[in-house]
């Protein structure tokens, strides 16, 4: 599974904002309205979800793009696809498909 990086701490202090609550009221100008113990969780943790608008008010109240915030990570060895594709995780448990033999017509 993929994972990425969460950089609103890094990109609010770059723009001048140290305490968590420097967020609360940027966020409910725009009509978002969250308890400070929310923003914090936000700041300081990789959110599980985001709705698209509290991303789009931080983009706007930090004046950012989506990649500043988010850095997209690569998982750790081969792709999920290409893991598939070796057959590496073909198969339920135990059980694997039989590989496919091609014969000509009549043998």
């Known amino acids: 599974m993929?994972?990425?990086?969460?950089?609103l701490?890094?990109?609010?202090?770059?723009?001048?904002?140290?305490a968590?609550?420097?967020?609360?009221?940027?966020?409910?100008?725009?009509?978002i309205r969250?308890?400070?113990?929310?923003?914090?969780?936000?700041?300081a943790e990789r959110p599980e979800r985001l709705s698209l608008k509290i991303l789009m008010a931080l983009l706007d109240i930090l004046g950012?793009?989506?990649?500043?915030?988010?850095?997209?990570?690569?998982?750790?060895?081969?792709s999920r696809t290409a893991q598939a594709a070796g057959g590496a995780t073909a198969g339920i448990g135990q059980l694997r498909p039989k590989r496919?033999?091609?014969?000509?017509?009549?043998?």
């Open 9 to 18: 701490r890094q990109v609010m202090a770059g723009r001048g904002m140290f």
């Open 2 to 7: 993929a994972r990425n990086r969460w950089h």
């Open 20 to 31: 968590t609550t420097d967020l609360l009221e940027p966020l409910a100008a725009r009509g």
């Open 34 to 43: 969250l308890s400070s113990s929310q923003v914090y969780r936000l700041v």
């Open 64 to 78: 950012c793009s989506m990649t500043d915030l988010i850095e997209p990570v690569a998982a750790g060895g081969r």
């Open 100 to 107: 496919a033999r091609i014969t000509r017509a009549g043998e």
